[in-house]
Nanobody, 119 residues
Framework: QVQVVQSGGGVVQPGGSLRLSCVASGNIESIYTMAWHRQSPGRERELVADSTGGGSTAYADSVRGRFIISRDNAKHTVFLQMNNLKPEDTGVYYC?????????????WGQGTQVSVSS
């Protein structure tokens, strides 16, 4: 069994910062990609940032330069530091991890956490 559990999020004023955390646990052989997605009101879920096992990162254009994804491979943890938040960053953020279990990779998702940016 594998679990992916998120923490962080909340309400912040425009220009503020928040940090999201996500930890995977269970029968993990290895983790390839760890990523953050978000679903904003009235929009489809979108990829915000991802980090591959090789250490490369990628960001959506809308967050590049403001958000930073990082991971602690030894602790199976990924973080999303969100700076200079804007109202359009509001949404439910989901952690996703591509995890090898029983010699097969599959995607696992966190429970989601609300981020609200409002004055």
């Amino acid at each position: 069994q594998v679990q992916v559990v998120q923490s962080g999020g909340g309400v912040v004023q425009p220009g503020g910062s928040l940090r999201l955390s996500c930890v995977a646990s269970g029968n993990i052989e290895s983790i390839y990609t760890m990523a953050w997605h978000r679903q904003s009101p009235g929009r489809e879920r979108e990829l915000v940032a991802d980090s591959t096992g090789g250490g490369s990162t990628a960001y959506a254009d809308s967050v590049r330069g403001r958000f930073i994804i990082s991971r602690d491979n030894a602790k199976h943890t990924v973080f999303l530091q969100m700076n200079n938040l804007k109202p359009e960053d509001t949404g439910v953020y989901y952690c996703q991890a591509t995890i090898k279990v029983n010699s097969r990779y599959r995607d696992y998702w966190g429970q989601g956490t609300q981020v609200s940016v409002s004055s």
